[in-house]
DNA sequence: CATGAATGAGGATTCATTCAT
DNA sequence: CATGAATGAATCCTCATTCAT
């Protein structure tokens, strides 16, 4: 990175970016967003100096930067992958499944987005994520009205409220180490259901 | 504080402790958790130096701890105050419409608590308090299950839900300068009551 | 003291100041010299303010220049009430006998006096204070030569090494709580006479 | 060692530990145990800053415990190395030889080591390395003795005594700047021959 | 590329001391 | 005289970042 643009990266480079993040999205997930210095995401990954990590990132602003581009894509990628379904209703349920079987196969990821999003707000890119992110999900349930399976209200705001419950699965599942994230699931699909249907 | 082990404050330092607990909310709310130091914190209190808050406060923790404290004790007085009603739904409805009017009036005082909770997860309150609030909730929700008027649900997992919605606002209040809150609330009322009504 | 001279104190002055001193001294014997805080001390004194001690004495030196001026005087009082004696043998052995009784009795005194020593070699008394203790036993030692009663040796030398002994009791008392005092005594009798006799 | 656990030290660093050790025992022995802070001992090192320290060290205790272990291990081979002898008397006069000449020496060893032993008593090394000094050479008298060189004392009384003799010398060396270090040995020596011989 | 040593700003905290009441 | 609140310098320590090798 030092002299070439952000244009073209070898593979090395990309591989220990990808080794970087993966250890500092452990480290704040199993820490905290506070003690997850360089120095503590080093040793994780197994390096020996910080100094590969600002070799590799511009700052500690970019790393997370790239921890919350990371997650995210993971994330879209795989509830992309089981959200098909022939209604809005069924798109909605398999989305909300979808989070929580992710949240269940890769926790420290959306502890670590959540952490981020909260304690550093001014991320680049928290704010916007968050945003484009209810957007999708609010054109899902706008369809699902214009088909007639959702009642009538405020998808910009259904849509906050959806995304809601589900940080609140992740603070939960954060904070309790036996929580029960199957029933929670079957009663969360029944309350969405509840709450949306006409 | 310096000698005197600990009995009872004199009113000079309740007033001091005061300042520098809304300093701290303030800083906390309109900063971030990880700047909010004893330097930030003793600027916009005023103070003189940083020396000032370490001699009312025993650490960062006790600060932190009394932050969350006034925060929960004001939040509590205020929702209690208003959440008088003859039935379950009527006493739900109220406690939903007291939360946000209580955001509306000291947004600073639940963005702190919010980022305290989830960036500082060893606070001595931070877990704890989540749990009693949730269960007491969950009382509530049983009461009304038992008068009929609540369909059969997991109160603790519905009460769980009901936080998250609750931070899902302050979290939007916090990070949408123009965040239109009257309807919010008007359609979280809608969607709550969908989801739990029989 | 504030305005007035060094000239005359008040009882009251008096009184605070030996208050004082004697806490200062319980608090550098049963803790450490570093952690003698002005708070500490205040504390142990039932003072309500480090204030207090900063109103009767002119600083943290001044307070340790009087804590060695009083244990000393204490000290000598003690010794030369009890060293009187036909011969400078019997003397010298009365001298040993009378530090480790007041050792037993006022083992606080003596602990902190040697901590102080080695730990503030700059204060004003310390080094003078031990010359003097020096130059006086000496003396005394000087006085047995010319009676015949010890050999020929250095008394200057022989003063040291005896008050070296007598400190090398002191920080055994004060390192090993159950430390045979008596049996040290009588050993110590033993080991001088023997090397000091003709 | 930022990163890095502990295994083993480069030769860099083991300069640098190095160097910072010495500085430290130059300036506790040339001022004070209290004012030996880490500004003091970084510039005395010839160090950029107090970080550098803390890189280098786990904690002031850290350091303080090195000196420690620094001083005991160039002491012990310095008196190790010359005290043969045939004979337990022999070999006590030789220790206390040794003893004076390394003072001679390396005066800021010791005197560091001296005021470290009774301003921090709560060092990891200092209680326990006074007592197994104490009884090592309590060893060596107890065989004198079986060999019929030396009288009946109790060996561990006597052990203390010799060792308090020492620290007396290392007092004064440390406090009087022209003091007569030959004469004291050999008065010394005298002294305690008179004092152990049958 | 990688290493590890170095840097210096900033963190919380303790302390002696001052001063209005 | 006594109190306790206030001050600011100094303490140890951590951190992101830089740089020579």
Known sequence: MAVRKRDALTVTEQARRAQIVHAAIDTIAETDYARASFTAIARRAGLSSTGMISY??????????????????????????????????????????????????????????????????DSENAGILAASDRAKLADLLASGQRAGEFRDFDTDMMAGFILSLRNGVIARTAAEPGFDLATCTSELLTAIRSATEV
Request: charged share 25%; aromatic share 8%; net charge negative.
């Open 56 to 121: 590799h990132f511009a700052g500690k602003q970019d790393l997370i930067d790239e921890v919350m581009r990371t997650v995210l894509a993971d994330f879209t990628d795989f509830v992309v992958a089981r959200s098909a379904a022939d209604t809005a209703a069924g798109r909605l349920a398999a989305f909300i499944v979808a989070n929580n079987e992710f949240l269940r196969e890769h926790r420290n990821h959306l502890v670590a987005m959540l952490r981020i999003q909260t304690a550093a707000p």
